[in-house]
């Protein structure tokens, strides 16, 4: 292809929406709004934290979710899938959890007719929403065949493929006060993510609420706000957000400028960063600001949204060096540093 070809095929305009697809994302901001409130009857608080989970469901990506234990977790992702209308499963990640334990297996099974035959009996991954809760206490075998759920959207058992109910997310979460007998995720899987959402305390106010919520009568069931086949539209809606050509370079640049190696990121990240994120990490951000775009009812997107998701895609795919952790500085101290840099 020629230069001034490609200049132009770079240059061109991505096409607007279609009149039904402005229609769609009007209706997806209204029900974004109905979320927020239905969650609210259940869940305190935690507002960011349930936006953060709706970009990744549409965006068709699994999040990790970082906190101690009692900040509503579980909770927060059973009433998620129970508004949406979809099967959830959660999958409590022991060190003697073995492959077949999340996926199922072949059992030996009476036909009736005095024969026995190999049956396949599903196991908890067959859902829509999958709760990995404490991912890191499960050994290497385990992680990998979650692994391939996640990014295959399949499972092989026993050398037969079983192809996984869309919407398929998978929503894991590590406990980082106990590292005792855990198994950290390797990179590659935590790449693998879309998003680290950290979970903090709640403010007095919040904990307060919780305490008269929680400790009174039963919890509400909460209303179903969509189906499986709204999501999946609604999916392939976000792809088709438009982004201008310069929310792409944005994107790139950033991602580069945490890379230590290749000339592209700025001298004080030299001695902090031992290995930047990868490409995944650039189309999770673009991903991402759609899936924010679409949800705030907006038809294209923008800068903003492309930093509203920055500090969760990029945190859990840095790995800083030893100075960095000596001066008190987290990957998130150095994302937030990066983006700050990038408004001025």
């Known amino acids: 292809m020629s230069q001034s070809v490609l200049s132009s095929h770079q240059n061109a305009p991505e096409s607007s929406l279609s009149d039904d697809d402005v229609a769609a994302v009007d209706r997806l901001g209204q029900v974004h709004n109905r979320l927020r409130e239905e969650l609210g009857r259940v869940i305190v608080g935690q507002r960011d934290t349930i936006d953060l989970l709706l970009v990744c469901l549409f965006a068709r990506r699994h ?82 065949a979650m692994l391939e759920a996640m990014q295959e959207q399949r499972i092989t058992v026993v050398g037969k493929g079983f192809d996984l109910p869309p919407p398929f997310m998978v ?33 007095e106010e919040e904990e307060i609420a919780i305490a008269r919520t929680t400790t009174g009568s039963a919890m509400p069931s909460l209303e179903h706000l969509m ?56 189309q999770d951000l673009i991903l991402g600001a759609k899936a924010r775009a679409a949800l705030e009812g907006s038809y294209m997107v923008r800068s903003e949204d492309v930093r509203c998701v920055a500090l969760p895609v990029l945190t859990h795919r840095l790995i800083t060096t030893f100075a960095a952790q000596a001066e008190g500085l987290s990957a998130s101290d150095i994302v937030a540093r990066l983006l700050s840099e990038e408004n001025q």
């Open 63 to 144: 999040a990790l979710l970082m906190g101690v234990p009692g900040l509503a977790k579980t909770l927060l992702v059973s009433k998620l899938a129970e508004t949406m209308s979809l099967k959830f499963s959660r999958i409590q990640f022991t060190p003697d959890l073995m492959p077949m334990d999340i996926t199922g297996t072949d059992i030996l099974q009476d036909n009736g007719e005095g024969r026995r035959q190999f049956e396949f009996a599903h196991g908890p991954v067959f859902a829509n929403i999958i709760l990995a809760d404490e991912i890191n206490r499960a050994p290497p075998k385990t992680q990998a």
């Open 171 to 203: 929503l894991a979460t590590q406990n980082p006060v106990e590292q005792e007998g855990t198994y950290p995720l390797p990179e590659a899987q935590l790449d693998r993510f879309m998003a680290l959402i950290e979970l903090d305390y709640p403010s």
């Open 227 to 282: 189906t499986g086949e709204d999501i999946i539209a609604h999916q392939d809606l976000v792809r088709r957000i438009p982004v201008p050509d310069h929310i792409y370079i944005e994107a790139a640049q950033l991602v580069r400028k945490t890379r230590p190696a290749g000339g592209t990121a700025p001298d004080w990240l030299l001695p902090l960063v031992s290995w930047g994120a990868g490409p995944r990490a650039v």
